[in-house]
């Protein structure tokens, strides 16, 4: 086979991880992952322990590929111009002003690039839509690249990513499914078994769908919109166990047991953060309301009215808590939306933290992999007055040091092994432990702490 060149527009969370597991699995194609962010595709480029992005596994990736058959640049022009296949991976956030601000996806990123690749391409090519874009972007792709070159043949094929952070590497390598939609033409079709023909190196014939354009993008925001539903599902259940003496975790199991139901996503907790829940059902909503389906984008609106019902009653319950306290001070323990990721994006931390500053509470943060930059980027819109009663520290002593409250807010691992008895006596008072993951039994820490609940009790 002629070895193959590939460019990624796009070198973040979806982009650097895809291509670096293409690039593993395919050694004869050559591939150029691109950024107009200059410093991250330094970062790219500089020592494995510092890339911009952590997954596990990931760096032992890098380490074997780049600057083999792996390039990260920012010379975007000419790394389009030699490519026959382009992956679009840039960012689609929600909309802030305009026709749908605040709820439709911002598709500036992925047009931006269809422009560039009209303007800088001599060759015909392939370009894969990588990005999670509503129903009708494949289109819009198409109608940018024709109004602009008419010289050259583009197929637009859309290939949505399912990788979930922190497992990215694992999902890359084993996916449940990969999705390819294509145009209902000859071209069209060769187009997609020229995408299939990269997967096909790695994974069985059987993982491959072939569908069209729109039943590619709609399966993407349908797969996120249902994963976030079950977990909306379950914390509404959360509220009602708190008054019932149900318990959620026992709940949870007797109905994942069921195999027509399955046990995953029934994880109660604080509630979903992350870059793609929030952002794809908005973009769902959106959709239903443009197409007038009030009913449908209702229903699909309950799923993050949900969520953010059940962040606002775990801060209540800390409030309730720590009323009495003259100055009182929480100890946060996770930043990142979940565990084995350095992303914060959505993080219902965030939320947590800006509720209790603006109610004058001190608030100590811990996270084993979130810099103090990206949480003081987090809070940004607070005011400095509120900001001044945060820290942030490099250890869980430091920071639940004078402290009435430990919250866990992130599932890592090493929350589970800590010393509560020891860490209860560096608190000012050891007033309320409040698990929002679910993953301490409560008779371990009902002993040291006056108030020891978790998000069903
Ligand atoms: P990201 O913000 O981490 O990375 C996007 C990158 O694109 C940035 O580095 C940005 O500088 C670059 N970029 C934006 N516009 C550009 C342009 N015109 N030219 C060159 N570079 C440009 O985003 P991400 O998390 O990787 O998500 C990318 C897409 O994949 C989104 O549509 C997202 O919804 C989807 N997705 C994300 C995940 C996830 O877990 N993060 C999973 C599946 C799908
Ligand atoms: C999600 C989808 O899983 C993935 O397929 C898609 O490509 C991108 O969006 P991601 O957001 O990276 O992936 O992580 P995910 O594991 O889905 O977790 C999202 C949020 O839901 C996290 O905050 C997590 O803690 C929370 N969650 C997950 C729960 O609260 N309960 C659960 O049972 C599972």
Same mark, same amino acid.
């Given at each position: 086979?002629?070895?193959?060149?590939?460019?990624?527009?796009?070198?973040?969370?979806?982009?650097?991880?895809?291509?670096?597991?293409?690039?593993?699995?395919?050694?004869?194609?050559?591939?150029?992952?691109?950024?107009?962010?200059?410093?991250?595709?330094?970062?790219?480029?500089?020592?494995?322990?510092?890339?911009?992005?952590?997954?596990?596994?990931?760096?032992?990736?890098?380490?074997?590929?780049?600057?083999? *058959?792996?390039?990260?640049?920012?010379?975007?022009?000419?790394?389009?111009?030699?490519?026959? =296949?382009?992956?679009? !991976?840039?960012?689609?956030?929600?909309?802030?002003?305009?026709?749908?601000?605040?709820?439709?996806?911002?598709?500036?990123?992925?047009?931006?690039?269809?422009?560039?690749? !009209?303007?800088?391409?001599?060759?015909?090519?392939?370009?894969? &839509?990588?990005?999670?874009?509503?129903?009708? $972007?494949?289109?819009?792709?198409?109608?940018?690249?024709?109004?602009?070159?008419?010289?050259?043949?583009?197929?637009?094929?859309? *290939?949505?990513?399912?990788?979930?952070?922190? $497992?990215?590497?694992? %999902?890359?390598?084993?996916? %449940?499914?990969?999705?390819?939609?294509?145009?209902?033409?000859?071209?069209?079709?060769?187009?997609?078994?020229?995408?299939?023909?990269?997967?096909?190196?790695?994974?069985? *014939?059987?993982?491959?769908?072939?569908?069209?354009?729109?039943?590619?993008?709609?399966?993407?925001? !349908?797969?996120?919109?249902? @994963?976030?539903?079950?977990?909306?599902?379950?914390?509404?259940?959360?509220?009602?166990?708190?008054?019932?003496?149900?318990? =959620?975790?026992?709940?949870?199991?007797?109905?994942?047991?069921?195999?027509?139901?399955?046990?995953?996503?029934?994880?109660?907790?604080?509630?979903?953060?992350?870059?793609?829940?929030?952002?794809?059902?908005?973009?769902?909503?959106? @959709?239903?309301?443009?197409?007038? #389906?009030? &009913?449908?984008?209702?229903?699909?609106?309950?799923? @993050?009215? =949900?969520?953010?019902?059940?962040?606002?009653?775990?801060?209540?319950?800390?409030?309730?808590? #720590?009323? %009495?306290?003259?100055?009182?001070?929480?100890?946060?323990?996770?930043?990142?939306?979940?565990?084995?990721?350095? %992303? /914060?994006?959505?993080?219902?931390?965030? +939320?947590?933290?800006?509720? #209790?500053?603006?109610?004058?509470?001190?608030?100590?943060?811990?996270?084993?992999?979130?810099?103090?930059?990206?949480?003081?980027?987090?809070?940004?819109?607070?005011?400095?007055?509120? @900001?001044?009663?945060?820290?942030?520290?490099?250890?869980?002593?430091?920071?639940?040091?004078?402290?009435?409250?430990?919250?866990?807010?992130?599932?890592?691992?090493?929350?589970?092994?800590?010393?509560?008895?020891?860490?209860?006596?560096?608190?000012?008072?050891?007033?309320?432990?409040?698990?929002?993951?679910?993953?301490?039994?409560?008779?371990?820490?009902?002993? =040291?702490?006056?108030?020891?609940? /978790?998000? +069903?009790?």
């Amino acid at each position: 086979m002629k070895s193959k060149e590939i460019c990624c527009i796009g070198a973040g969370y979806v982009g650097g991880p895809t291509m670096a597991v293409i690039a593993y699995n395919c050694p004869k194609y050559n591939i150029t992952v691109v950024d107009s962010n200059k410093s991250r595709i330094n970062q790219w480029n500089g020592p494995v322990e510092n890339l911009p992005i952590y997954e596990p596994g990931l760096k032992e990736i890098i380490s074997d590929v780049r600057d083999k *058959n792996l390039v990260f640049s920012d010379k975007i022009e000419e790394s389009i111009k030699k490519a026959d =296949i382009i992956f679009i !991976a840039v960012n689609t956030p929600t909309k802030t002003d305009g026709k749908g601000r605040g709820m439709a996806a911002d598709l500036t990123n992925v047009k931006k690039c269809a422009e560039l690749i !009209a303007k800088s391409s001599s060759s015909d090519k392939i370009i894969v &839509e990588k990005s999670t874009a509503p129903v009708g $972007t494949g289109e819009k792709i198409k109608t940018v690249l024709k109004s602009i070159n008419s010289k050259n043949k583009f197929q637009v094929v859309s *290939n949505p990513e399912f990788l979930a952070e922190g $497992t990215a590497i694992n %999902d890359l390598m084993n996916p %449940d499914r990969v999705l390819i939609g294509g145009e209902e033409s000859r071209e069209g079709f060769e187009a997609v078994n020229t995408i299939a023909n990269i997967y096909k190196q790695w994974l069985p *014939n059987n993982k491959i769908i072939l569908t069209n354009l729109w039943s590619s993008e709609l399966s993407k925001l !349908a797969s996120n919109a249902f @994963l976030a539903q079950r977990i909306s599902s379950i914390n509404s259940l959360s509220a009602l166990c708190e008054k019932t003496g149900a318990k =959620i975790n026992e709940v949870s199991k007797s109905v994942g047991m069921d195999s027509r139901i399955g046990s995953k996503f029934l994880q109660s907790s604080v509630g979903f953060g992350g870059s793609c829940f929030k952002k794809d059902i908005l973009n769902l909503v959106y @959709l239903c309301q443009y197409f007038n #389906l009030p &009913e449908v984008a209702e229903y699909w609106h309950n799923v @993050l009215k =949900i969520n953010e019902y059940q962040k606002e009653r775990f801060f209540d319950k800390i409030h309730k808590s #720590l009323k %009495d306290i003259k100055q009182p001070t929480v100890s946060l323990l996770g930043w990142a939306f979940k565990k084995n990721t350095n %992303d /914060s994006r959505e993080s219902a931390s965030i +939320d947590i933290a800006k509720k #209790l500053l603006e109610n004058n509470y001190s608030v100590n943060v811990y996270d084993p992999m979130v810099n103090d930059k990206t949480i003081i980027d987090d809070l940004n819109n607070l005011s400095v007055l509120n @900001l001044e009663k945060l820290n942030i520290f490099s250890t869980v002593e430091e920071a639940v040091q004078n402290s009435h409250a430990i919250c866990i807010l992130t599932e890592w691992d090493e929350f589970q092994s800590l010393d509560y008895t020891f860490l209860s006596k560096l608190m000012q008072e050891a007033i309320l432990f409040l698990d929002g993951r679910n993953i301490i039994q409560k008779d371990r820490v009902a002993k =040291i702490f006056e108030n020891t609940q /978790s998000i +069903d009790t």
